[in-house]
């Protein structure tokens, strides 16, 4: 007998229990859209004064806000907090979807959706960072400049990485930046390729455990 969850061999309620699982998957599934689009809004930094804007600052800041506190969360400029939440949501999401469609889930599918939430994670991370090397390489190329704040901001992003990939491949000696662009996106391409695979298997093995 599987061991679930709700210890139980029984599904997880009823048909109405299975309708509420299912109503609450949707409504977080909208909630992530909205946390979306609040991170969309502000990185064009919008005033607040629209009502819809407005709106979606209240139903989203008080959740993004306590994922804020956690320091490991905040690297140099760059804050994953937000990242982190939606993950949560993610995973509370994807549970209450497997209960609703099926109503009963073992600890195994329950940790492969919360593997496979922070993989989701980690993944947008890189190919985050793959597009902005991609972007820094091309500019070089097009542009051949380095004075304007948007490509000085890429390049504060890109450094940290780069930085260790060059003390990799080239030790005691700097690697021409358009080479170490290259290598870097090389790397986080595999990293998200690689990565993909090896979270897919682990994913299919713990979905077949007995418990």
């Known amino acids: 007998m599987n061991c679930v969850i709700?210890?139980?061999?029984?599904?997880?309620?009823?048909?109405?229990m299975a309708l509420l699982m299912r109503i609450i998957s949707a409504l977080l599934t909208i909630y992530i859209l909205i946390i979306f689009i609040r991170l969309i809004l502000s990185w064009f930094n919008l005033p607040v004064a629209s009502r819809g804007i407005d709106i979606i600052h209240?139903?989203?800041?008080?959740?993004?806000?306590?994922?804020?506190?956690?320091r490991f969360l905040t690297v140099g400029k760059m804050d994953f907090s937000p990242i982190a939440a939606i993950m949560v949501l993610v995973v509370v999401q994807?549970?209450?979807?497997?209960?609703?469609s099926t109503g009963r889930i073992t600890l195994g599918i329950f940790f492969s959706i919360v593997l496979g939430a922070a993989w989701s994670g980690f993944a947008f991370i890189l190919h985050f960072f793959i597009a902005i090397t991609v972007i820094r390489f091309l500019s070089i190329i097009i542009a051949r400049g380095s004075a304007h704040p948007i490509w000085q901001t890429l390049d504060y992003m890109i450094a940290p990485v780069a930085e260790r990939i060059n003390r990799i491949f080239s030790p005691g000696k700097l690697m021409v930046y358009s080479n170490l662009l290259i290598v870097t996106a090389l790397i986080f391409a595999g990293s998200a390729i690689g990565g993909r695979l090896i979270i897919s298997?682990?994913?299919?093995?713990l979905q077949r455990l007995p418990i």
Not at 6 to 14: E, P, Q
Not at 58 to 70: Q, S, V, W
Not at 94 to 100: D, E, K, S, T
């Open 6 to 16: 709700f210890l139980s061999s029984k599904k997880f309620g009823g048909p109405d």
């Open 201 to 205: 298997l682990l994913m299919a093995v």
């Open 58 to 70: 209240r139903i989203t800041d008080p959740y993004l806000t306590y994922f804020r506190r956690f």
């Open 94 to 100: 994807n549970v209450a979807r497997f209960l609703g």
